[in-house]
């Protein structure tokens, strides 16, 4: 099997409604979805086959194969599209996504088991392979510290054009969401519910400004369950993902294994010794995470210097003093604010800045530089 889903060569609407009569049927999972499709060349090719030719593939149980020979999934799915229509003809900007269908993110082929259908809400830009985005991960429960770091790395990753990604949960995750959007920049929430639904409650104001990702049909509630499944899809989905505090037992450390395996850099932010807030991180760190106190950590061992562009345009390509430096000037900041922020000297600082200025990326106004 190649690394990517190939598409189908049946018309997309019919392969999408397909591709969601699986995803409905019970006892069909992700792996086996891609099974049978790879199997049968694809989805509508799955319910097409014969009783007898569903049996032989290996790993398929009877109860599955009594469910694709029923007209349940099939309406099922029906329903779930009538849905669609219904809260798109309302105003809310919501797609389905099929697997080896145009505008799936290739991201999601890091992953072992790719959702065969992701449900959108909001613009999704294009996540190729690599994407031109950062997930941000921590506890409920962080430090006020904690939050204000939080917010300060996710504009700046925000302000270099990098879209960020979290779950939408209070504390580390809201503070992430709502520092990117308020610098102008995306983020996309990647929920355990439906798009349609907002958890907790006092985030629905937020959750319009950002883009929902989910692999739940319209109307499914938030369940224990789903919130470790939805980890996965924040780290496939994101270059590098950053676990700014969590205990040796949470769904950050979930986030972040599953980054491991997909492939992507895990970043960590250290805490104070005796803090189990910061015994994850402290673990991640011990394991080869990246030591990270500021945007430019990322930015740098990315090998982004000043950022990607959500588009998937490169920034301009820097020395790793000037790109950190280019990295915090998200907004007018002081000198004292920068070298805060890149941990330079003010004789480096003061470099940097004056090579950026010739450069045309940088100016000073009044005491504060600002990015051109």
């Not at 104070?272 to 807030?277: F, M, N, Q």
Request: glycine fraction near 10%; include cysteine; proline fraction near 8%.
């Amino acid at each position: 099997m190649s690394l990517f889903a190939p598409v189908s060569t049946t018309p997309p609407a019919a392969e999408l409604l397909a591709l969601l009569t699986l995803r409905l049927t019970p006892g069909l999972g992700p792996r086996r979805i891609e099974a049978l499709r790879q199997h049968f060349g694809s989805a509508l090719g799955v319910l097409d086959a014969p009783r007898e030719a569903l049996r032989a593939v290996p790993g398929l149980d009877s109860r599955s194969v009594a469910a694709l020979g029923t007209a349940g999934p099939r309406e099922a799915a029906e329903q779930e599209l009538e849905k669609v229509a219904a809260a798109r003809a309302q105003g809310k900007d919501i797609t389905l996504l099929g697997r080896g269908l145009p505008g799936y993110p290739p991201a999601l082929e890091a992953l072992g088991d790719p959702p065969a259908v992701l449900w959108v809400r909001g613009p999704l830009p294009e996540l190729p392979p690599t994407p031109p985005a950062v997930g941000i991960v921590g506890t409920r429960s962080a430090s006020p510290h904690a939050l204000s770091l939080t917010r300060q790395i996710a504009a700046d990753l925000a302000g270099a054009g990098l879209a960020v990604v979290s779950g939408l949960a209070r504390g580390v995750d809201t503070a992430a969401h709502s520092a990117a959007v308020d610098t102008g920049g995306l983020s996309l929430g990647v929920v355990g519910h439906a798009v349609d639904r907002v958890y907790p409650a006092e985030n629905v104001d937020l959750a319009r400004r950002l883009t929902l990702v989910s692999e739940y049909p319209l109307g499914t509630g938030p369940k224990a369950h789903h919130f470790p499944q939805r980890n996965r899809l924040i780290a496939a989905l994101s270059a590098g993902v950053l676990v700014v505090e969590g205990e040796l037992k949470s769904g950050s450390l979930i986030t972040a294994t599953h980054a491991l395996e997909c492939g992507r850099t895990v970043f960590a932010v250290p805490g104070r010794a005796g803090d189990l807030r910061a015994a994850g991180p402290h673990r991640l760190l011990r394991e080869g995470a990246v030591l990270t106190e500021t945007a430019a950590d990322i930015l740098t061992e990315l090998g982004w210097a000043a950022g990607v562009a959500a588009s998937g345009h490169a920034a301009p390509e820097l020395p790793p003093e000037q790109a950190a430096v280019y990295a915090a000037l998200s907004e007018p900041r002081t000198l004292d604010d920068l070298s805060a922020l890149t941990g330079l000297s003010l004789t480096d600082l003061q470099t940097a800045l004056m090579m950026l200025q010739l450069s045309g990326l940088a100016e000073d106004s009044g005491g504060r530089w600002l990015r051109r």
